[in-house]
């Protein structure tokens, strides 16, 4: 996996009004932590830190105050509604050692086409090293029958990567498709009861 590059600054006001006026200036609040160090709070440009978490498990070379630290994204939280970064906590890591990470899985291969396809889990919890985690991982879909599912167990794992969710956790379900007809309830239209006439005084 390649490391992006990202330079920072280091963070000395705090509180919301801080967080605020970063923002306004197109930096993202961020928390360094790890390794049983003291937290680093650094501000981030806005524009590279998105570029750089289009991809799932980047790992970020941030440079601040004259050192630089290799993290891991672990918690991104944005505005819901304008979609802005308000904060980031960055894990650090060592190159070799390894780390917990939930990875996306893409399914590949032709499966029955009379089955509906249901993605349960769109990712896996696996172990890898920290500058070796992958991307995605790809479940293999070929001959897969209508009416069964495939696990965690059943995605491949490149070498160096073990797998933490449970093996018997469903990733995808192929759906059997229904055949039979809904029958639909027809009730008979009744003709209304002549009303009868008041007998005359």
Do not use: C
Not at 115 to 128: K, R
């Amino acid at each position: 996996m390649a490391e992006i590059q990202i330079n920072g600054s280091k963070r000395t006001s705090f509180g919301k009004g801080a967080s605020r006026r970063d923002r306004k200036a197109g930096l993202v609040p961020a928390v360094i932590y790890g390794h049983n160090a003291e937290p680093q709070h650094v501000s981030l440009p806005s524009r590279e830190l998105a570029t750089a978490l289009k991809s799932s498990n980047v790992l970020l070379n941030v440079t601040f105050d004259g050192k630089s630290e290799l993290v891991l994204p672990k918690s991104v939280s944005k505005n819901p509604l304008s979609g802005i970064f308000e904060h980031i906590d960055l894990l650090v890591v060592r190159k070799g050692e390894k780390v917990t990470v939930e990875v996306p899985v893409h399914t590949e291969g032709a499966f029955d086409k009379d089955g509906i396809l249901e993605h349960v889990n769109n990712t896996i919890e696996v172990e890898a090293e920290a500058t070796s985690i992958p991307s995605f991982l790809v479940l293999d879909l070929t001959g897969m029958p209508a009416g069964t599912s495939k696990t965690a167990g059943d995605v491949k794992l490149p070498a160096g990567t073990t797998l933490i969710s449970d093996p018997e956790l469903v990733v995808v379900h192929l759906s059997e498709r229904s055949t039979a007809a809904e029958e639909i309830p027809v009730v008979a239209a009744t003709e209304a009861a002549p009303v009868a006439a008041a007998p005359k005084e």
